[in-house]
């Protein structure tokens, strides 16, 4: 089975930067695709940021792409999230999640049906 612990998760100003850690174990085949989720109460968990860990290759939402990188450390068997140039709208409870492989389509590669495996979430909250 696989295991995802999310950290770095934190309090930030506005236009302030956070690292979250995603440190991944057990079943290798069946995080060969990760993602990052975030989710505020009330309302469904999106997705926003996916590697395909085989291939190397990165996705992103519109709304984060010029300011969230998502990253692997093969070594560590961890996926990275640098997000920089944070805003009120960014608070939210962010999720590590994974699968055994990466879907192509556009509407089913940042979709929480799309992924087998999650973790127990970091919380993000950034004031103004």
């Known amino acids: 089975q696989v295991q995802l612990v999310e950290s770095g998760g934190g309090s930030v100003q506005a236009g302030g930067s956070l690292l979250l850690s995603c440190a991944a174990s057990g079943a290798s085949d069946r995080r060969i695709c990760m993602a990052w989720f975030r989710q505020v109460p009330g309302n469904e968990r999106e997705g926003f940021a996916r590697?395909?860990?085989?291939?190397?290759?990165?996705d992103y939402a519109v709304s984060v792409k010029s300011r969230f990188t998502i990253s692997l450390d093969k070594a560590k068997n961890t996926v990275s999230l640098q997000m920089n140039s944070l805003t009120p709208e960014d608070t939210a409870m962010y999720y590590c999640?994974?699968?055994?492989?990466?879907?192509?389509?556009?509407?089913?590669?940042?979709?929480?049906?799309?992924?087998?495996?999650w973790g127990q979430g970091t919380q993000v909250t950034v004031s103004s």
């Open positions: 999640a994974a699968h055994s492989f990466c879907y192509t389509s556009s509407s089913s590669s940042l979709s929480r049906y799309s992924y087998t495996s």
């Open positions: 590697i395909n860990t085989a291939r190397g290759t990165a």
